[in-house]
């Protein structure tokens, strides 16, 4: 299994990276954690027919604003996207005229799953928590080859962020914040947050992403986030939009 960041920015891109898209490449399946700009690069890694989801957190622009390049994605196979109530809504309220090229337009099939909080195996086996953040958000869980992927964002640490880690093989969590303020009605995380919530789920590997591009400009502002984060769990990466897991 590979995990690609193609996008790690939260809220707008910047010289540091695209807005949120990851791809997983499984044996059966290729997975799709978010849809901001990076997703336009997923059409580099899908070279197979294997079936596609794509898993949508929850509809700030910066999470689907990279559903504007579906059709640079080169699928002959279908490609499901999931999402909490909405998301039919969602689709087609933004992508249709005047602001984006129908889905129907595609020259493949969409096909929509609206998911409750709860566990599924459709056959992708995995779980999906409400989160911490201003508007409704899901964090997902999935369980593929043997392995727990955890994604959580956008968020503050939590108690269904904490959940959904619990035993992760690989925690993908984000960092809005430089610094989480007192009065957070937002949601987001800082390096310090993160690092708390990966010990106290035991997980073995802590990925940041989703960096906030004002608190986190450079390359090296994401370094000094991992070093941060280091001093509370060793196994932690910031994640850059050329950052390949294999596992
Ligand atoms: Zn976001
Ligand atoms: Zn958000």
Redesign the pocket.
């Known amino acids: 299994m590979k995990i690609f960041f193609l996008g790690t920015n939260?809220w707008y891109d910047s010289t540091a990276g695209s807005t949120p898209s990851i791809l997983i490449d499984t044996v059966d399946s290729y997975i799709i954690l978010d849809a901001g700009f990076g997703l336009a690069k997923a059409g580099e890694y899908i070279k197979k027919d294997k079936p596609v989801y794509l898993f949508l957190t929850?509809f700030?622009l910066?999470?689907i604003c990279g559903l504007s390049a579906l059709s640079k994605l080169p699928l002959k196979q279908s490609l499901t996207i999931l999402s909490h109530k909405g998301l039919n809504k969602m689709l087609k309220t933004l992508f249709v005229h005047p602001y984006a090229s129908p889905t129907k337009d595609l020259s493949f099939k969409i096909k929509t799953k609206e998911l409750k909080e709860g566990s599924y195996n459709l056959p992708i086996k995995f779980e999906c928590r409400k989160l911490a953040?201003?508007?409704l958000?899901f964090g997902y869980r999935l369980y593929l080859e043997d392995k727990i992927i955890s994604y959580c964002s956008?968020t503050k640490p939590c108690i269904n962020d904490l959940k959904l880690a619990t035993g992760a093989d690989i925690l993908i969590h984000e960092c809005g914040y430089n610094l989480q303020p007192p009065d957070d009605f937002w949601g987001h995380t800082d390096p310090e947050g993160a690092g708390k919530l990966a010990i106290e789920a035991g997980v073995k590997k802590l990925y940041l992403t989703h960096f906030g591009p004002n608190a986190f400009p450079t390359r090296a502002k994401r370094l000094e986030a991992q070093k941060r984060t280091r001093k509370i769990f060793k196994n932690s990466f910031s994640a850059f939009d050329d950052t390949m897991i294999e596992l």
């Open positions: 939260g929850h700030h910066d999470h953040h201003i508007d958000t956008d």
